[in-house]
C-alpha cells in the first residue's frame, strides 16, 4: 500500500478536490487499501456495467488490509457482483414505467421522485439506479429539467417532491438556486426533499453556502443514508450539525446488508448513533431484487428478527421502520402486512391491497431466526420472475 492524502493535505475539506480526486482504477485504490487478487479481477471486469467511484474521504475508512470490513465491501467491487443470482433485474420497481417525463416518477399520486441527475461521488455495489448511475444518457439538460417542473406544476395533486438521483447534491450552488427557485414558484409544492448520501461519503459538500441555500427554500427535508457504525465520524456529525443549524431535519435510510450490518447489535449501535448525531433513523430497507446483489441481499425474517430484537431495547425514535419497496409502493416488512413464505418468496400486501410476492429464497430454512407462516401464492399474483436453476446458489444466512 502507498502512502495517501489525507486530512494534512490543503484541499482535503474541498468538496470539489475530493470529487476531482475520486479512486476509479487498481493503481489508485492500491495507495489506500491492499486489494485481493479477487477485488482486483472484480476491478478489471467491472467496466460500464457496474461503475465505481470512491471518494478519498470515505477511501480513509476502509480498513486496509481486511476485506470483509463494512466500509469496504460497500464500496469496492467483488466478482460476486458476476456470480449466479435468481434475476436480472435493473429496475425492479418498474420506475421508467412511471415516468411521464424523464426522469421523473409519479408513482404515489401526491409526491414525485426527480432524479436530477444520473452522478454520485460513490458508486455504491448494491445500488438501486445502478442501471443510470454515472451512465451519460441519464444525465440531464437544462430543457429536459424544466419539462419536468412543467409537468409539476402542471399536476395540483403533487405536494410533495423528492430530489434524488443519482446524488442531487452534487449541483453546485448555483444549479441548485435554479432549480428550487422554480420549484418553490408553484403554490401546490409544499415540500422539498433531498435524498443524498453526501453527509456519509463526503460531509464537506455540507458547506454553510449550501446550508444558507436551503434555509432560504424552506420547508427543505433531508434523507441520508448511514449503513453502519464506522460511517458515524466528527465530520459526518460536523455536516449534519450544519443542516440542523439551517432548520433543516434529517432522517436517515439504512438498506440491510448481508455481512455489514444484518445483525441486532449494530443496528442498534448504528441508530443510536444516528439520535446521538439528531438524525432520526426513517426507513430500513430490504435490499432490492437486482441483478448482482445477491450477495448482499437477506432472508426478510432476518430483518423482521432484528426489528423484533429493537423494540424495547432502545429508544423507540431509534426504531426505523423495515420496508421493502415494491412497484405497488412501500411496504412495512411486519405482520400487518407480510402474510407468509411460499417456498423462494415471501407474500405480502401493499398499502391499497395488491399482492405482492417477493423472491427471497433461503437455502436452509432451519437456520432462520424466525418462522413465517407457510402460504400458498395465488395465480395471478404480482412478482418478478426468476430463474430457478440460480436458487441453489444464493448465498447461505448470515447469522442473526
Request: charged share 25%.
Amino acid at each position: 500500500m502507498e502512502s495517501r492524502p489525507g486530512p494534512e493535505h490543503p484541499d482535503w475539506t474541498d468538496w470539489r478536490w475530493q470529487m476531482q480526486n475520486r479512486i476509479h482504477g487498481a493503481e489508485a485504490l492500491r495507495e489506500w487499501i491492499d486489494p485481493t487478487d479477487e477485488e482486483l479481477a472484480a476491478i478489471d471486469r467491472a467496466g460500464d456495467t457496474f461503475r465505481w467511484n470512491i471518494t478519498p474521504y470515505y477511501a480513509r475508512l476502509m480498513a486496509p488490509t481486511d476485506p470483509s470490513c463494512p466500509v469496504r465491501r460497500q464500496v469496492v467491487p467483488s466478482m460476486k457482483e458476476f456470480g449466479s443470482d435468481i434475476v436480472d433485474e435493473v429496475d425492479p420497481l418498474d420506475e421508467t414505467g412511471h415516468e411521464p417525463v424523464k426522469n421523473l416518477i409519479h408513482n404515489y399520486e401526491d409526491r414525485v421522485a426527480f432524479c436530477i441527475t444520473a452522478e454520485c461521488a460513490i458508486y455504491c455495489r448494491y445500488c438501486l439506479r445502478k442501471r443510470m448511475v454515472g451512465d451519460a444518457e441519464y444525465f440531464m439538460r437544462t430543457d429536459e429539467h424544466q419539462a419536468a417542473i412543467d409537468y409539476i406544476a402542471a399536476h395540483d395533486e403533487i405536494r410533495d417532491v423528492l430530489l434524488t438521483g443519482g446524488d442531487p447534491l452534487t449541483f453546485n450552488e448555483a444549479n441548485l438556486e435554479w432549480l428550487l427557485g422554480r420549484l418553490r414558484a408553484i403554490d401546490h409544492v409544499e415540500l422539498i426533499r433531498f435524498g443524498s448520501r453526501m453527509p456519509v461519503k463526503l460531509p464537506y459538500r455540507i458547506t454553510e453556502e449550501l446550508c444558507d441555500l436551503l434555509a432560504e427554500h424552506h420547508p427543505i427535508w433531508v434523507n441520508t443514508h448511514f449503513n453502519h457504525p464506522k460511517e458515524l465520524t466528527d465530520d459526518a456529525a460536523a455536516a449534519i450539525d450544519r443542516l440542523k443549524s439551517a432548520g433543516v431535519p434529517v432522517g436517515n435510510q439504512t438498506v440491510l446488508l448481508r455481512g455489514i450490518n444484518d445483525d441486532p447489535q449494530t443496528m442498534k449501535t448504528l441508530n443510536e448513533g444516528l439520535a446521538r448525531m439528531r438524525v432520526r433513523p426513517y426507513y430500513l430497507y430490504q435490499a432490492q431484487i437486482i441483478g448482482g446483489t445477491a450477495h448482499f441481499r437477506t432472508p426478510i425474517e432476518v430483518g423482521m428478527h432484528i426489528m423484533r430484537r429493537l423494540r424495547g431495547r432502545t429508544s423507540g425514535f431509534a426504531i426505523p421502520t423495515y420496508v421493502l419497496d415494491t412497484p405497488h409502493g412501500k411496504v412495512p416488512l411486519n405482520r400487518s402486512y407480510v402474510k407468509g413464505r411460499a417456498g423462494d418468496h415471501v407474500l405480502m400486501e401493499s398499502y391499497d391491497g395488491t399482492l405482492w410476492a417477493e423472491p427471497n429464497p433461503v437455502p436452509d430454512r432451519d437456520d432462520l431466526p424466525l418462522r413465517l407462516p407457510s402460504v400458498e401464492l395465488p395465480e395471478t399474483v404480482n412478482t418478478i420472475p426468476v430463474d430457478p436453476s440460480a436458487v441453489s446458489s444464493t448465498p447461505p444466512v448470515a447469522e442473526a
